[in-house]
C-alpha cells in the first residue's frame, strides 16, 4: 500500500521559464534512463527477488524514484509555466504544446512517448540488479549533461542532488549484488 | 494495546488480525478521503474520517509495536537488526504456499 506525502524530496523554486532546458530535462521523465522507467523498474522486479533484504532495497530505492519523478516534473511545470506560444515556437515545442499544452507528459527531449519497453524484469537476481546498476549509472550521466547545459542555480541544484541519488543506488544495488553472490547456497561449481 | 479507543481493542492479537483490521480500517480512510475531496463541506464525513484517523493511529501502534515497521522513511523506529528487512516480516506480496 502507498501513502502519498504532500512535499517534494528536495526543494525546488525555479523563478524563470526556460524551454530549452525544460526540452532537456525532459529525458529524465520519459527517456529511456528517466525517474519513471526506473521507478517502474525496481516495482516491478521486487516480487521474484530471492531475499528480503533485496526486496527492501528495490521497494525502498522505487519508492524514492517516484518523488524523484515529482521532482523532475516540478521542474518541468515550473519551466513551462509561463511561456507564451511566441517563446513555445521558437524553442522548438510547438508539437508538444499542440498535444500536450504546458501540462506535464513523460516524453524525452526528442518528443518521443514514455514506453516500458525501456526497462526489463526477469526472474533473476543477477540479470535484475545488473540492469538496475547501469541505469543508475546512465541517469547519473545525463544528469551530469543537463548540468553541463544549465546556467540558473535554481535548476543546477536539484539536478545535483538527483545526481547524487543515482550514485548511492548505484552503491546500494552493488550491495545487493553483493548478497547474491555470496549467498552460501549458491552454486559455485559449473 | 491500553490506552486505545474502542474498536482496536477487538479481535485477536495475531499478526493477521491486526493486518485485516488494519485493511478494513484503511480503506474506509480511502474512500472517506476521496468522499471528501468532492464534499469538503460534509461535517457528518468529516467527523467520521476524523474518529477513523485516532482508531487508525493506535491499530498502527499496536502492531508496529508486536510486529515492527509497517511503512518506510522514518515512520517508526527499530531494533537492531534493521527490522525493515527481517525474513519474520514478509513482504505483503508472499503468501502462506511456501
Partial sequence: MWYYEKRLEYPINIKKCDLRMAKLIAAQLGGPDGELGAALRYICQRYSMPTSKIKGVLTDIGTEELAHVEMISTMMFQLMQDATVDEIEKAGLSPYFTQHGRAVYPVDSSGVPFTAAYFQSVEDAVTNLHEDMAAEQKARVTYERLMQQADDPDIIEPLRFLRQREVIHFQRFGEALDEVNFRKDRKTIY | ?98
Avoid at chain 2, 19 to 41: A, E, S
Avoid at chain 2, 48 to 64: G, H, P
Fill in chain 2, 1 to 98: 494495546m491500553n490506552n486505545s479507543c474502542s474498536p482496536c481493542k477487538q479481535g485477536g492479537h495475531s499478526q493477521d488480525d491486526y493486518m485485516l483490521k488494519i485493511q478494513q480500517i484503511g480503506f474506509l480512510l480511502v474512500d472517506l478521503n476521496l468522499y471528501l475531496d468532492t464534499h469538503p463541506d460534509c461535517a457528518q464525513a468529516i467527523d467520521d474520517y476524523n474518529a477513523l484517523v485516532c482508531t487508525m493511529q493506535e491499530l498502527r501502534e499496536a502492531y508496529i509495536r508486536q510486529h515492527g515497521p509497517l511503512m518506510n522513511f522514518g515512520t517508526a523506529p527499530s531494533s537492531v537488526p534493521w527490522q525493515w528487512v527481517d525474513d519474520s516480516m514478509p513482504w505483503p506480496w508472499e503468501n502462506k504456499r511456501r
